[in-house]
């Protein structure tokens, strides 16, 4: 079969192309055969290598084509399948814009390698093991990898704002936050291109800060130390984890890749009646590849904190 497709048009090896990922995605993340975290640090890291490396030969096993054509080739069906999941609603955008540029990137390297090891005539382009071999490997890589321990990252992030209005006022306004209204709302980048979630209010029940988001989510804030008028502490608690499909539908916000863990709100008082508000979020990362994950943690959560913290600062200085 890989032999009559490598005499076949670019077409119909795209397609194939694509066929392969659907049933690779569909196979894994819909069957519920094996963990999602696993799924997911393989999909992201190893899958794309082999793919690569697979859709080199599929399409330019004698190295006729331009290292870009051959890429163009490969990123055609992946970027076709993503448009397809995000029409369907199985993933979102917030997942593909994370997971797409780390998925090409990798597979780019895949093709490298394998047009490495195919001028140097290690292997016979033309041998049907070696192409069965390569689109079965993401199969076997799955369990393999649910065995390692990937390193953990630990990561805050700190956003600040000043406000222009004593501490007792800007706190009224931070420990609880009534419905946010549309003109409240500022631009950002998590929010109005990649449609992330918005915080709605914050309502203080005992020791207990009940959060909504738009898109159904909601979660809370469990209180560990108050000084009125100057700090909050809290651990996040998700009672409801099954909300949160609306920013990913594969990662659990305290699982074995992501775990919010907590965060906090600090007001110190600064010349002039301004109040300096800080807003801290804590949380862990574990995955191959922690640095390109954290960079996307760091603009969703400033994102947010800014979102927040406008609202605050708007509140407190109308008085």
């Given amino acids: 079969m890989i032999k009559w497709l490598q005499r076949q048009s670019a077409a119909v090896r795209g397609c194939f192309a694509f066929g392969y990922c659907a049933i690779y995605y569909g196979f894994h993340f819909l069957s519920g055969v094996f963990s999602l975290d696993t799924v997911t640090t393989v999909l992201v ?19 006729t084509k331009s290292p870009r054509q051959t890429f163009r080739l490969l990123a055609l069906p992946v970027v076709l399948l993503c448009a397809v999941l995000l029409l369907i609603q199985l993933e979102t955008l917030i997942c593909i814009a994370v997971l797409l540029p780390i998925f090409m990137a990798l597979g780019w390297c895949g093709q490298w390698v394998m047009r490495a090891v195919l001028r140097k005539a290690l292997v016979d382009a033309t041998s049907n093991t070696l192409n069965v071999s390569l689109l079965l490997l993401p199969v076997f ?6 065995q ?15 406000v222009e209005a004593p501490q007792d006022v800007v706190w009224a306004n931070t420990i609880e936050i009534s419905e946010i209204q549309p003109e409240e709302r500022v631009w950002t980048f998590s929010h109005n291109i990649l449609g992330t979630p918005r915080p709605i209010d914050a309502v203080l029940v005992g020791d207990v800060r009940k959060l909504r988001w738009t898109g159904g989510i909601v979660f809370e804030e469990h209180l560990t130390a108050v000084e009125s008028n100057t700090s909050m502490a809290w651990d996040f608690v998700f009672n409801a984890p099954e909300t949160l499909v609306a920013f990913d539908p594969h990662i659990a916000p305290q699982g074995g890749i992501v775990n919010m863990q907590s965060g906090s709100y600090h007001l110190t008082s600064l010349p002039n009646g301004v109040t300096l508000l800080t807003l801290e979020t804590n949380y862990s990362i574990r995955t191959p590849v922690n640095t390109y994950l954290a960079i996307w943690g760091e603009v969703f959560l400033q994102d947010f904190h800014h979102a927040v913290l406008s609202v605050i600062k708007t509140r407190s200085e109308k008085g």
């Avoid at 890291?45 to 190295?63: R, S």
């Avoid at 890589?141 to 649910?146: D, S, T």
């Fill in 141 to 146: 890589a799955v369990p393999l990898f649910g």
């Fill in 45 to 63: 890291t190893v899958f794309p290598i082999l793919y690569g490396a697979a859709t080199q030969l599929l399409f330019d096993p004698l190295l």
């Fill in 148 to 162: 390692f321990e990937f390193p953990q990252a630990q990561m805050r992030v700190m956003t600040q704002i000043a």
